[in-house]
Antibody
Framework: QVQLVESGGGVVQPGRSLRLSCAAS????????MHWVRQAPGKGLEWVALISYAGSNKYYADSVKGRFTISRDNSKNTLYLQMNSLRAEDTAVYYCAKGGSSWELPNYDYWGQGTLVTVSS | QTVVTQEPSFSVSPGGTVTLTCGLS?????????PTWYQQTPGQPPRTVIYNTNTRSSGVPDRFSGSILGNKAALTITGARADDESDYYC??????????FGGGTKLTVL
């Protein structure tokens, strides 16, 4: 069965960096676009970033553009999110989500359980 | 910047019908936005209910339906049950590989 397992969250000071990982299994990872979606505590969902199946195309929400980098290693079935210059407003649960047959559309058929990132001094 | 709008909260009686909507701060929602609806309960990741405007996700009962009503996307739940009580989020594809979520609707069944 499809599994997405995020890791790498934790407490980090403002201005510092953190890298999240999402280990995928149960499907052919290299055939699907992947997304990161976040949710601040008690708040709604926010789309963060998208990467194409081969990793050659990457897109970001304005709120993270220039600070976050999405990447993937298809040989390891793993998705990453490098987060730099972190701010308090980046505090959230970060979910990785599997794209569907149209990789760019926000139709995510599987989600991970999420990893919490807390940005605080 | 375009904002995706949803009712902050809604209440429905058990067995009743409720329609949640998803609009734009400027303009009309159409099928070109590929509206998708997610259901989320506390502490859990979201679960797809409806995608591409009106396609039910696998395992979702036919009590749930999606449509375009006027200038908004809509999620209709008929025969509401206690376990439908959740947060519901719509998301729209804005083009250029960008998607935007609405603020969510907290649905209460009582």
């Amino acid at each position: 069965q499809v599994q997405l397992v995020e890791s790498g969250g934790g407490v980090v000071q403002p201005g510092r960096s953190l890298r999240l990982s999402c280990a995928a299994s149960g499907f052919t990872f290299s055939n699907y676009g992947m997304h990161w979606v976040r949710q601040a505590p008690g708040k709604g969902l926010e789309w963060v970033a998208l990467i194409s199946y081969a990793g050659s195309n990457k897109y970001y929400a304005d709120s993270v553009k220039g600070r976050f980098t999405i990447s993937r290693d298809n040989s390891k079935n793993t998705l990453y999110l490098q987060m730099n210059s972190l701010r308090a407003e980046d505090t959230a649960v970060y979910y990785c989500a599997k794209g569907g047959s149209s990789w760019e559309l926000p139709n995510y058929d599987y989600w991970g359980q999420g990893t919490l990132v807390t940005v605080s001094s | 910047q375009t904002v995706v709008t949803q009712e902050p909260s809604f209440s429905v009686s058990p067995g009743g019908t409720v329609t949640l909507t998803c609009g734009l701060s400027s303009g009309s929602v159409s099928t070109d936005y590929y509206p998708t609806w997610y259901q989320q309960t506390p502490g859990q990741p979201p679960r797809t209910v409806i995608y591409n405007t009106n396609t039910r996700s696998s395992g979702v009962p036919d009590r749930f339906s999606g449509s375009i009503l006027g200038n908004k996307a809509a999620l209709t739940i008929t025969g509401a049950r206690a376990d439908d009580e959740s947060d519901y989020y719509c998301v729209l594809y804005m083009g250029s590989y960008i998607s935007v979520f609405g603020g969510g609707t907290k649905l209460t069944v009582l």
